[in-house]
């Protein structure tokens, strides 16, 4: 039984059927809150060292690992009981749409950093970085996330598998496991 199995079993009876009817949406947003420390993270290494006076130029490097980070963890976690494609056509895909989605999570960044023009000097260091958080992390993560969950059940992995296909794919890959 998997940690996520067992965390869902001992759910009461009507959170239980709940978590096992949406398991991709949970999933994606557990990967979700792991990406989040991973962007963060970096961002903010970025921007209060090397990158002090280009926020959104910290924002887009550290929102291209994260992307990365994040097909790995869906691809093998989220939506592994989906398919229909071939992983390169669906690497490139994934990619694509998350590119559309870190365009959009910095859109209310650029908004605030150059339309409100809220950065040093104009406003103290707490208020920049604040504005910076809830702009980019807040405002911006919900506008990506919700349209890369959207996208990536359409377009990504739109095929979801029987749940006979998915059971036989984990018994082959646990015969595989055991070879090696």
């Avoid at 150059?114 to 208020?127: E, G, K, M, T, W």
Wanted: zero cysteines; a negative charge; charged letters at 20%.
């Amino acid at each position: 039984m998997s940690f996520v199995d067992g965390v869902v079993s001992v759910l009461p009876q009507p959170l239980r059927e709940m978590a096992y009817r949406h398991h991709e949406l949970i999933k994606f947003a557990i990967v979700g809150a792991s990406t989040f420390v991973i962007d963060s993270g970096i961002f903010y290494a970025l921007k209060w060292t090397v990158l002090t006076e280009k926020p959104v130029t910290a924002k887009i490097i550290s929102g291209v690992i994260a992307v990365i980070a994040s097909y790995i963890l869906n691809r093998e976690w989220s939506f592994k009981n989906r398919g229909g494609r071939e992983r390169h056509h669906e690497a490139l895909l994934f990619f694509v749409v998350s590119g559309v989605g870190v365009v959009l999570s910095n859109i209310p960044l650029w908004i605030s950093s150059y339309v409100f023009d809220l950065r040093q000097p104009n406003v103290s260091f707490a208020v920049e970085n604040l504005a910076d958080f809830f702009s980019a992390f807040i405002i911006g993560n919900f506008l990506q996330m919700a349209f890369r969950f959207w996208a990536m059940r359409r377009w990504v992995f739109p095929d979801e598998m029987t749940e006979l296909e998915a059971e036989l794919e984990e018994l082959i890959e646990e015969e595989q496991l055991g070879r090696s």
